[in-house]
């Protein structure tokens, strides 16, 4: 059965895909933008593992060797 389009090409996982404006991709850029930042704002605030924070030391007093 065929749907009008062009069939993706040999060993392409992706459908084709319709075109959209340029206005339509600055505003898709800008919330993927915002959606990254408030992820990262989210991510920064969590708390350092105790254990990268022993490591941490252990390199700065020159203490870590090959476990």
Known sequence: MTNGRTPPEAGSSHAP???????AGH???DAIG??????YV???REPIPDRLLELLAKLEAGE???E
């Open 17 to 23: 895909c319709e075109p959209i404006s340029v206005e």
């Open 27 to 29: 505003k898709v850029q």
């Open 34 to 39: 915002r959606a990254l930042e408030a992820h």
């Open 42 to 44: 989210e991510l920064v």
């Open 64 to 66: 870590l060797r090959h």
